[in-house]
């Protein structure tokens, strides 16, 4: 009797564990500009509570994120997009400016809230204007669920930002990219790891009070690593305009997971990786432990006119910054498209973690990517439309039945497949604006091929990593060459597609993808190069959107939403 009245206590005892609870993640931010030297060149810098790159957000899958941020740039708008976070249920925290909310204006403080619905390795970054590439950018890293096993095993745990960086403010850049004649913004100064690179001050006539290459915040960035001990690197990239590869010296990289999805492990040497991509990979402290090792990364597709970016994987117990001994590995051959295309090919969904799509689309949508010329003035345009947004976000104009603040002619869902020659630049490369969007019916299949082709200069076509808000998308396949509607899409992998955010667009090639329109909401998809986007190659769909709930105050503010809904 009393063994039975023990095992009822017991078993009582067990029905009551508290199941550990979701919690809330609050952090307060204050932006401002800060004179900073990340590659050793003094320059102003967007910082996050006086830091580039910001703090890491670290949540646990199903926390609510909380941030509260406030601005003090003094003379600039601002708005924070949460790279990978699908906001189901908040889409008015997207932080998208001029899509999803007005931007917060100095001196005002905005509050982010979302939920982590699933574990990953995702990012934050500016999203007003070009501002990203001005060193407001961070990481999210998000752990799984107590009890859940990953399909993979590692000791530690760090995180890696690859960026570009210009010398340049972001608006003596878009003044450029705004005017006749045009002006490009060239080739970055610089790439940084984690915030940290080094420019050769030595190159420019530069006073030491500009440049100085033994100033402490341009130390190569180090990860230290204990010997035998396995890393989970997540590695990120939020280039503004280069394509890039990584690598550490003497060491291979397992891949894992891409944009908080787990692949079907392989081995690289070189990781390719495209602006808003995360990648976690896995290496192993296998090497002579008596000397560190080079990080390196390189620009690919594009000429390198950019010295490589350095740092050191610091074998303990040496000295962080003690140099490796040797010269540091050259990067792959930039304009070497192949092994860049068969690294997109062999990224396959886990096979313990395959979500099947929908074997049939209701819907394909086939944007074709171009460099024109509007009013003599140089864009980039989808389907020969190049996006411009309008001034009252589309989430309350759509929610508020605001019809006429953006155009409600239906942008071109193609082109000319048979005549269009992707090959040379366009014999007419004129082309026009909309702020027209993309009406998607709610839980209906959407597919998207991203055709490449020509810019307006000869023999060259350029790559394009292409991020969707909201979602998560099957990719199904890749192509060189003109995508043909009859016979590639009897190609497409729906066996074990990779789900990503965001993709690359090959030179002279093709991508197709497809999503469930599923997320009530107004969701940007766009070039994720920060010239290209500012210039018009993005677009915007609406699905959903009687299905939203009520939006907040404060979000509005600007446009048409002045004075909607203020106490």
């Known amino acids: 009797m009393l063994l039975k009245l023990l095992a009822l206590c017991l078993f009582t005892f067990l029905i009551y564990i508290p199941i550990a609870e979701a919690r809330i993640r609050h952090y307060k931010w204050e932006v401002k500009y800060e004179y900073k030297s990340p590659d050793c060149y003094k320059k102003l810098v967007t910082t996050i509570n006086g830091k580039s790159p910001g703090p890491t957000i670290l949540a646990q899958e199903g926390d609510t994120v909380i941030v509260e941020v406030t601005n003090k740039l003094l003379l600039e708008n ?9 906001q189901i249920g908040t889409p008015w925290s997207d932080g998208t400016e001029g899509v999803t909310q007005c931007p917060v204006v100095p001196g005002d403080t905005f509050k982010y809230e979302f939920k982590v619905d699933r574990a990953g390795t995702y990012l934050y970054h500016a999203h007003y204007g070009m501002q990203r590439e001005s060193g407001l950018y961070g990481s999210i890293r998000v752990s799984v669920p107590d009890n859940f096993t990953e399909p993979f095993a590692y000791d530690y ?5 690859l960026t570009d960086w210009y010398h340049k403010s972001t608006y003596e850049q878009a003044i450029g990219l705004s005017s006749i004649p045009f002006v490009w913004v060239g080739e970055p100064q610089s790439l940084l790891i984690q915030g940290k690179g080094k420019f050769n001050c030595s190159s420019a006539s530069l006073t030491t009070d500009t440049c100085n290459t033994t100033n ?14 396995t890393y989970r690197l997540r590695v990120a990239s939020l280039t503004a305009l280069s394509a890039l590869s990584f690598q550490i010296e003497g060491h291979n990289m397992t891949v894992v997971e891409v944009d908080g ?3 079907e492990p392989f081995v690289v040497k070189n990781l390719f990786i495209y602006s808003g991509e995360t990648y976690s990979v896995l290496i192993k402290a296998d090497q002579d432990p008596s000397r560190n090792y080079w990080m390196t990364t390189n620009v690919v597709s594009r000429p390198p006119n950019t010295t490589q970016g350095l740092g050191f994987l610091n074998y303990y117990p040496n000295h962080p910054r003690r140099s490796p001994p040797t010269v540091p590995p050259t990067g792959p051959i930039w304009n070497d498209a192949a092994p860049r295309l068969n690294q997109s090919l062999a990224i396959k969904a886990h096979h313990d973690f395959i979500a099947t799509p929908p074997t049939t689309s209701d819907r394909v949508i086939v944007f074709l990517n171009t460099q024109n010329r509007i009013n003599g003035y140089v864009h980039w345009s989808v389907n020969n439309v190049s996006f411009t947004l309008p001034h009252t976000p589309y989430l309350i104009a759509l929610k508020k039945k605001l019809h006429h603040v953006f155009s409600q002619i239906p ?7 048979v005549n269009y ?3 040379n630049v366009s014999k007419n490369p004129n082309a026009t604006t909309s702020n027209a969007i993309y009406r998607l019916g709610f839980n209906t299949t959407v597919d998207i091929i991203l055709q490449n082709a020509n810019t307006m200069n000869v023999n060259n076509s350029e790559t394009h990593p292409w991020h969707l808000h909201g979602h998560d998308f099957w990719v199904l396949g890749y192509g060189e060459g003109k995508f043909d509607m009859n016979k590639d899409p009897k190609n497409y992998n729906l066996v074990n597609p990779i789900m990503k955010n965001t993709v690359p667009l090959h030179p002279y090639g093709w991508t197709a993808l497809r999503f469930k329109a599923d997320n009530p909401g107004a969701w940007l998809f766009h070039c994720h190069i920060e010239p290209h986007f500012y210039t018009g190659m993005g677009v915007v769909f609406e699905e959903g959107i009687d299905k939203v709930g009520k939006l907040p105050s404060s979000i509005m503010g600007c446009g048409e939403t002045k004075g909607f809904e203020k106490p």
């Open 421 to 423: 020659d992707i090959y």
């Open 157 to 161: 745990d760090r995180s890696i930002i």
């Open 216 to 229: 402490p915040e341009c130390s190569p960035y180090a990860i230290t690593v204990i010997p035998g001990k």
């Open 78 to 86: 601002l708005a924070i997009h949460w790279h990978g976070i699908r």
């Open 261 to 263: 999805n787990y692949v």
């Open 411 to 417: 942008p071109p869902e193609g082109h000319d497949f």
